[in-house]
Each structure stands twice: as C-alpha cells, then as structure tokens.
C-alpha cells in the first residue's frame, strides 16, 4: 500500500526545527485573540446571536447571513473541470467574509510583531505592519451566504459559510463563450462593502499538463524555518521572488501552452491569500491559489499552520485536485524546507500515472533550511522511495529545471493525440499528411472538420505569432502539433511522423533509410504536386487563373509532353531497381510515406490531367507506378479512408480540372480508356 512508504522523519524535522529555532518562545509572545473573542457577547444583537449559532449548521443553515454594507467579502479565483460522470463544467466557489471592523487591540498586536522583527514605531514602515496585519484582526462573519454573478449573467449563491467565515460550494457552469479560458464572477454586494469583489475561473480541460507549486521558500521568500524570518517576510518585508523562478515557471508556461491549469499549493491560512494573491499576479503564471481553509485570528497560528501538519495537508489538497483533472499531467515543484518531498512522493506512489515531474529547490539558506538534515540525500532517497530516479529531481539552480522539463515532455509527447492544422474544403498539401496518419491509424484531430478550425490556422499563421522558446511561427499550413511541438512544411512534417509512425525502415536496420525514404517523397512532391499546381498558376498565386489562362495552357501543354513522362518514368525505374525489394513499394520492401506521398500525386494528378494519365496507363510504359497506386488504394485503412467524409474532393488547392489544360501528350497513342479510379 501506498501509505506504506509515508516518511515519518517529516514530522520529526518539523519539531526538531520549531525546537532549535523556539518557535514556541516567539509565538508565547504574539497576539492570539481567537480565543479571547467570544462571538456572542452582550454587543451582538438578537438576530446576530443567532446567524451565530446557525453558523455552526455549514451548509444545512436555514437562515444564512446577508452580507451588509459594512462587510468585508473575498471571491477567490478558481478552476473549472469537467466532471467525469456528467461531462459538465463545474467548479469549486471559495468564498469569505469578515467585518470592516474588528473588536481587537489592534495597536497591541502591531506593536507585538514590530518588537519582534526589531521595528521602531518611528519607522515609516511601521503602517505597512498595520495594513498586512488587518485580515488577520477583522472579526470574521460566521454563516455569511454571498451573492455573486457568473460572467455577470448566472446568478448564483455562495455558502452559507462555516464557523471559520469560509464557504465552499461546487457550482455547475456552462461553457465558455468563445472557448474563454478565463471567465470572471462578480459579488453581489450592498454599496459600502469592499474587499475582492471578482474573482476569474480558469477553464481547464480534461488532458495537457498542469502545474502543482508550493509558495513559501519555493517562489516567494518566506524563511519558514524561521519563526522571526515568517513575520518579517509576511508583515513588513516588500514581498521577494526566489532568483530564477519567474524565468523558469515562464519557460514552463512556454512548453505546455497557455490552457494549462496551475495551482499554487501553500499551507498559508486564508487571511493571506490577498497578499499571495497580488504576489502572484505580479510575478507568476495565473493560477488557483489553494490555501489551508482556515481563517485565524491569530498570529502564532499563522506560524503553526506553515510549520505543523504540512504533509497532510497538502496530500489532502492534491488528491482533490487529482479528482478534477485525473487525466492531467502533473509537474510538482516545491522546496526542501517543510513537506514537499515527502507530499509529493505519497502523491506519486497513489497517482504514477498522474504526477510526471517532480522538482525539488534545495534551500542552502540555513535561516530557511532551519536544520541541514532537510538536505540530507538520505531524507530525499526516502521521500521518494518506489518513485522512478528519472521522476524526481533536487535543484539549486532553477535554470537546471529546463532541460528536465523540456524531456519531460518530449518524453510524453507521443501520449497525446496529432493536431493537423490546415484549411477547410481544400485537401491540399494537408492531404498528404493526412494519408501517413490514417494508414497508422494514428488518433488526430483535424481543422479542416472543426467548427471555428479556419481560426487556429489563421492564429498560428498570424503576423502576430511570434513562437515559443522553442517553437518559431509557421509561415503556412500544413501545421502538425504534437504536444508541444510544432512543425511545418510537408516534407518536415512527413519525415517527423515517419518515425513516429512505423512509416520508415527502422533505424537498427537501415539507420540510413529515413533520408532515401525522404528523398523519394521530396521528389514525387517537386514533380507531381508543385508542377501540377504551376500548370494552372504559372504566373503569379496572387492571380487569378482567368488573368493567366494562356500562360496556364503552355505550361501544362510542357508539363504533360515533358514534364510528366520525366517523372514517371524516374518512378518506374525506382520501382524496378534493387533497393526497391519484394513487392509494389518504392524502397526497401516495405510501404513508407513515400510511397503514401506518391499516390497522391498519382490521384491528383489524374484528376487534373485526366487524358494524359489515361494515356500513360495504357501506354504500359509506367505499369509499377500504377501497380503501387493500386497497392496503396487497396490498404484496408486506405480503401476506409478514402470512402469516409474525411477524405475531401479536390476543388480549388492543388489538383485542379480545367478542361482547356487537360491535354494529351501527342507522343503518346490516344487513348478512349476511361480515367483509372480517381481518388476523392
């Protein structure tokens, strides 16, 4: 059992860190007054007394709490799934809500952590305490039931909220218009309340990766190993990223697209989320920030949830995201300093299929570390223990974490279904590509039969796309997405899906074979595709076929006398040589795109030129060539193919029926011989 392997040494270093550094000593001096507040006292009214009590009904509380003008209301941002069972969108609301006001000394409390971080009253910054200070010192409204409005249209009611003043509800949505990935809800609140009055929902998708990062001493220097280092950090210091990591979570981003879903993990109670909230905004891909759903007034309390318990937690929170998006594929990143090794890897050994990166900041910092046995290798072989090595990784460098990232998809990439990009009603170029992945009977999804698909080439050929890091923009389709590759040009794009394919000799077997295979298909494109489209373009493609009708009849009077017998006849004699093998196919006894690549050829080329083909198959001069059309047509996936609503009728791409150019070469006997078999 997977619990068999939970590393009991996490605990251990938690309390030995909070021991050597007196957490204990520096939280006895702080202010708690959660447990100095009662919230029914002679001040609250009848009707609050009771909003009180029912609050401790959740969700089953009859009478739910307005918010009022005097209120303080949070919307935290969210993500959208689809639920598994349903196929709907839905999402989980986290809502909070507090008073403007507060019952606190809250002057005491500003004075306590100012001794404690070495403060002057007199420091011009002693106001920046005050102002992080105050969620934590606003009393909280327990039972609150918010009001708020999905893309300003779904109304929808948030709680009521527990004794904590949070409330969790899952919501079902609708689709986003126009595929939004980010859609924003409002609260609906009475003029005078403030707080985080929107909030947006990220729409994310059953498959693709996603990101699962800790905060504290991974992003953001926080020091959670040391009790004086937190205050500082989260009362007074202007917030600082960890050197490196903005670049690399960007470069992240630049590999698994923008429609991948990150959520910020931290063991942080809820009083801070604006804090991290505006912390990530400035810094960091946009994402859920998923914190401990507790909302304390208290400020040792603060300290105890980011140094106590973190494993747990944490586990907890990713078997709930896990339940969204099982499909996903999952890039953990955290730090050395609390749980994150062992969180992550009891998360690994439940979900192997689900968690495929592991990274690991090894904080060298010892105010952060708190003690050097967090970076002990034996600490980390045991967190990962049953974990593959290649998983898990321990940097101190963030730039190291590229290249790792960058296998990591790779490695994956043949996990994801081929995205072919081309234009709709036009089979074109694209139809080669299309004939490598039916005869594989590869998964892929095609623009050409999309509703809206026109708009993914025009994006990807926009003047606007300037790439990835690794990608550079198209300049025109075919366009072949494979994860997060992206390829053009015919050629490229058929060499790639060779090998991915089964489309080539093997490598063990014929390490050369891929390049004879490529110059084959290079050649029947060069001749029998872009010389049959300047038959009827011979001037300019920005002209059209009427403004340059008696060029088109000289250049295809040319092509079919000359042009065409030059390359059959080359075909002819490659399928009569040795390197051809046993067989109809063109090289090495087996089918490979090349051979793909030439019926193609063959059948647009009949299509366009139908008395000259005609001629040619009846000459007897080309009788392999039309003996390897008829293998290809024949194939059982090809033969389903080509009877499928997938396979368009040629119009206006490349092979074009003019009948002013379908000539016959007077070199040849004519022919009354019908057209053999033209394709779609």
Known sequence: MASDYRYTGALEMQHRTRKERRFDETEHDLPDFSGTISPITSVLSTKDKI??????????????????????????????????????????????????????????????????????????AYSTIEERLRPFVQDIKPGTQVKALYAGEKAMKLGPGGRNGISSDIQKLPDSKDG?????????????????????????????????????????????????????????????????????????????????????????????????????QRNYPHGTIVLRDSSLMSIPGL???????????????????????????????????????????????????WVKVILIRKVEDIAAIGIEAKNEPERFEKAFKGVPRDVWHVFTNPAECNQIIQQARQKSSKDVPYELLYWPSIPGRGEFVRLALEEAGAEYTDTAHMEKGIDQVLAQISEENTGDFNNPPPLAPPILRHGDLVISQTPNILLYLGSCLGLVPSSEDDSDGVYRVNALALTALDGLS??????????????????????????????VQNRLPKFLGYFERVLQSRASG????????????????LFQCID?????????????????KYVHVFQLYDAVKERPKIQEYLASDRRQDYSMGIYRYYPELDLEDDKVPATTAGVHAVGA
């Not at 959670?224 to 992240?252: C, K």
């Not at 990713?318 to 969180?343: F, H, V, Y």
């Open 51 to 124: 909003y009180d009590v029912l609050s401790y009904l959740g969700q089953k509380n009859p009478l739910p709490r307005p918010v009022t003008s005097e209120d303080t209301v949070w919307l935290l941002d969210n993500t959208a799934y689809r639920n598994e069972k349903t196929g709907k969108w839905e999402a989980e609301y986290v809502a909070a809500a507090f008073s403007q006001h507060s019952s606190c000394a809250v002057i005491d409390a500003v004075s306590a952590i100012a001794k404690k971080i070495e403060l002057e009253e007199s420091d011009p």
């Open 180 to 280: 939004a990935l980010l859609v924003p809800s409002y609260a609906e609140v009475p003029k005078g309340a403030n707080g985080l009055l929107e909030m947006k929902t990220f729409y994310a998708k059953p498959e693709g990766w996603s990101v699962i990062s800790d905060i504290d001493d991974t992003i953001k220097v926080t020091q959670t190993s040391d009790p004086i280092g937190i205050l500082r950090t989260t009362f007074f210091d202007t917030p600082q990223v960890i050197a490196g990591m903005p670049e690399l979570y960007r470069y992240i981003q630049s590999l698994i697209k923008d429609t991948s879903p990150w959520f910020y993990l931290s063991a942080s109670p809820y009083n801070l989320y604006p804090f991290l909230r505006d912390f990530r």
């Open 303 to 353: 300290l105890t949830t980011l140094t106590l318990g973190t494993e747990d937690y944490k586990v907890d929170r990713m078997e709930k995201i896990n339940s969204w998006l099982p499909k996903r594929k999952m890039i953990c990143i955290g730090d050395s300093t609390q749980s994150d090794p062992e969180a992550y890897g009891e998360v690994y050994r439940k979900y192997p299929n």
């Open 530 to 559: 872009n010389e049959v489209h300047d038959c009827h373009h011979p001037v300019a493609t920005s002209l059209y076929y009427e403004d340059q009708k008696e060029e088109a009849v000289k250049k295809s009077k040319d092509f």
């Open 582 to 597: 046993d067989g109809p196919w063109l090289y090495g006894g087996q089918l490979t795109y090349a051979d793909l690549v």
């Open 604 to 620: 647009g080329t009949k299509f366009a030129f139908r008395k000259a083909m005609a001629a040619a198959e009846y000459s007897g």
